[in-house]
């Protein structure tokens, strides 16, 4: 099992510039996640979707927004980026209950000029 | 507002020397308490879970507590290979979501 996998790995941006960042996890994890993590900063939680038809906003929605595009895959997309947005995404999945544990991908670096 | 903290903001132990992390909380409504290992340039990985006062957890040289208030993570005789930034993320019941905390910057010296 690869678990949580995420496309791509880092990515340079122009400020308006937009991009969709891919998710995919092969757990059968019915909750999905994209965090943004900044120097000093705790992750924050960006969107998140419940299960497979059902997107939220979390802590920092402005400017992103999602698509739960099957069970699978969650993508994160940024349609006219700014340098504010300048981070690392993390994408976290995990399953049945309100205690299951998330598990995160790798993680994508992006820098927008 | 919930919030999480972690102390100290960095550490730096010699190998062998044995020392603590701690995570406090809002203290209201804990659903549960974890922790993560975050290695430079990669996703944090699932070290433990916590769910009530006193439990106690343990991997290697990693023993995790809880009290109502905190959690600490103890660290035994520490190898260079513990050397990584350590989360700790709190789940309460008015939200399913985890508010993580900043992290603490733990490097160990041969």
């Known amino acids: 099992n690869a678990g949580v996998t995420q496309t791509p790995k880092f990515q340079v941006l122009k400020t308006g510039q937009s991009m969709t960042l891919q998710c995919a996890q092969d757990?059968?994890?019915?909750?999905m996640y994209w965090y943004r993590q900044d120097p000093g900063m705790g992750l924050r939680l960006i969107y998140y979707?419940?299960?497979?038809?059902?997107?939220d906003k979390g802590e920092v929605p402005n400017g992103y927004n999602v698509s739960r595009l099957n069970k699978r895959e969650f993508s994160l997309r940024l349609e006219s980026a700014a340098p504010s947005q300048t981070s690392v995404y993390f994408c976290?999945?995990?399953?049945?209950?309100?205690?299951?544990?998330?598990?995160f991908g790798p993680g994508t670096r992006l820098l927008v000029l | 507002e919930d919030q999480v903290t972690q102390s100290p903001e960095a550490l730096r132990l010699q190998e062998g020397e044995s020392s603590s992390l701690n995570c406090s909380y809002t203290v209201s409504g804990l659903r549960g308490l974890f922790w993560y290992r975050q290695d430079p340039g990669k996703g944090p990985e699932f070290l433990f879970t916590?769910?009530?006062a006193g439990e106690e957890k343990e991997k290697e040289r990693l023993k995790a507590t809880l009290t109502k208030k905190e959690s600490f993570l103890h660290i035994t005789a520490p190898k260079p290979e513990d050397s990584a930034t350590y989360l700790c993320a709190v789940q309460y019941y008015h939200g399913n979501k985890l508010v993580f905390g900043a992290g603490t910057i733990l490097r160990v010296k041969s």
């Open positions: 979707s419940a299960s497979e038809g059902t997107t």
């Open positions: 976290a999945s995990s399953g049945l209950g309100p205690q299951e544990t998330q598990y």
């Open positions: 757990m059968n994890h019915n909750s």
């Open positions: 916590l769910y009530s």
